[in-house]
């Protein structure tokens, strides 16, 4: 049986998944029943007992956390609100700068003379919001992996199985494990190929990546600066909607109502014809077959799409991402630090030292011209839709083997690199249907800043498929007593 959500007596709940979400929090929080200090101080908890466990954290700023939030309440009680978003507890990926927490790109090679030493806009937006920052969490050496398998800082486990050590989806692995396990009311990721939307898919939580440019990546170290996406990572669609919208508001001054639901019937979705519904595994297949009855027995069309430009993002990402991080860390830097990093990675990123300028400006050329292409097959569609990943969580221990590890990582970019190759806005859906054991992720794309149709459609399909009998998963993925046993880490020691 998958991992469910159950009180446990000497952890708190989760504050946010226990009351409905954040706007529910919110009303909590300004009627006087809750308060941000209660909240993080649950997180925390949590976190201590939870996290030896999981490994989802990097760095936990305890002190920093509490005193942000006591202002938070300080301010409120004083009449001064900051917005929805005020007095939230939440994680960053360990890729940001952020004041008074280290940043290691999760590896072992220094890298503190090319990292941005100031927040980035997006961080300003955060603390101009009232959220309040927990800590950072792990992910893949510089964000350059999708299983979330990382040798030098640790895989984070998946909490959606209490006795397997599955592999989270990278590389924002340790922030979808983080939401998951109710460690923070909601994670901040990156997204170069997929490293949002794999790990919400594989953990069962929400995850959205944004348009390229739409959120300034400055204070992010890069991976593909090109590419390079911020997203966030939540346990419902509506959550999402919510942060997007008062991230908005911050970083673009536009107003911060709220996304509103979609009208299913008469919303078409188009129906890639090749590549995206390859070779799926019998557990995705099931879950995107009910998932696509419960739509079409709403009132959702779905229309046949051909979309020829996916698949050359198999032409593209081995010879873009890796010229772009040596560029990065410099040749002398990577061949001298090598041994430090994780072997697959290493790997990854020597290609790029035999790649010709000429066969790296061939490929930009060629992206540049596909992503005008494909746009024309949106005419007559509000968003495409596909499986997120060809299968569910496998086992960190599957991925021993060199060659089926990368075929593993191959398969679970197949579906989610074309969005970031073709410049569009996408996410993730968590399904978790019947005696499922392991949660599948329904993705939805839409063309470049149209981020609130995405979300408005992505509530209305949350909202039908809880009216069906066999739900949703929302609730993220409780580790049982006995994952927890035994793990009692300070918490300043993570």
Request: one cysteine or more; proline letters at 6%; a negative charge.
């Amino acid at each position: 049986m998958p991992i469910r959500c159950r009180a446990m007596t000497s952890i708190p709940n989760d504050p946010v998944a226990s009351v409905g979400g954040l706007r529910n929090v919110g009303e909590m929080l300004r009627a006087g029943t809750l308060s941000s200090e209660q909240m993080t101080k649950d997180y925390l908890t949590r976190i201590s007992n939870l996290d030896s466990s999981l490994n989802a954290f990097e760095h936990v700023a305890a002190e920093q956390a509490l005193a942000t939030a006591r202002a938070m309440d300080c301010l409120l009680a004083a009449g001064t609100d900051l917005g929805p978003l005020m007095g939230i507890p939440i994680s960053v990926k360990d890729l940001f700068t952020v004041k008074g927490m280290p940043m290691t790109a999760g590896s072992c090679v220094d890298v503190s003379d090319i990292t941005d030493p100031n927040e980035g806009p997006f961080i300003q937006a955060l603390r101009q919001a009232g959220c309040v920052i927990l800590g950072k969490t792990r992910m893949v050496e510089f964000a350059f992996g999708i299983t979330g398998v990382s040798q030098p800082r640790g895989t984070p486990r998946n909490p959606c199985d209490e006795k397997i050590h599955r592999i989270p989806g990278g590389s924002s692995s340790g922030a979808g494990v983080a939401i998951a396990a109710g460690l923070c009311a909601m994670s901040i990721g990156t997204d170069t190929g997929g490293s949002v939307r794999v790990p919400a898919a594989l953990c069962g939580v929400f995850g959205l990546k944004t348009t390229f440019g739409l959120w300034s990546t400055q204070g992010v170290f890069p991976l593909a600066p090109n590419l390079d996406t911020i997203g966030l990572l939540t346990r419902s669609a509506r959550d999402a909607a919510l942060a997007y919208a008062e991230i908005m508001h911050h970083l673009h001054g536009v107003s911060r109502h709220p996304v509103a639901l979609a009208t299913l019937p008469g919303t078409s979705l188009g129906l890639p014809t090749e590549y995206f519904w390859e070779d799926l595994s019998s557990e995705v297949a099931k879950a995107m077959s009910w998932a696509k009855d419960e739509l079409a027995g709403a009132g959702v069309h779905f229309q046949n799409v051909s979309i020829p430009e996916a698949n050359e993002r198999e032409k593209y990402f081995p010879v873009s991402m890796p010229v772009q991080l040596l560029n990065t860390l410099g040749r002398e830097r990577f061949e001298s630090g090598r041994h430090l990093m994780d072997p697959v990675i290493g790997d990854r990123t020597s290609l790029g030292l035999d790649i010709k300028a000429t066969h790296f400006l061939e490929v930009e050329t060629r992206r540049s011209r596909n992503i005008v292409n494909a746009l024309e097959q949106f005419q007559g569609v509000d968003a495409w839709i596909s499986p997120t990943t060809a299968s569910t969580a496998p086992s960190v221990a599957s991925l021993d083997n060199y060659q089926e590890g990368y075929r593993q990582a191959l398969n679970m970019t197949r579906n989610t690199q074309p969005a970031n190759y073709l410049e569009l806005c996408a996410a993730s859906l968590p399904l978790l249907i019947g005696d499922q054991f392991l949660p599948v992720g329904l993705q939805l794309m839409c063309p470049p800043h149209e981020e609130g149709k995405l979300l408005a459609i992505c509530q209305a399909i949350e909202v039908q498929l809880d009216k069906a009998e066999v739900k949703v998963s929302r609730c993220g993925c409780e580790p049982s007593a006995a994952t927890v046993q035994n793990s009692k880490v300070a918490i300043g020691n993570q």
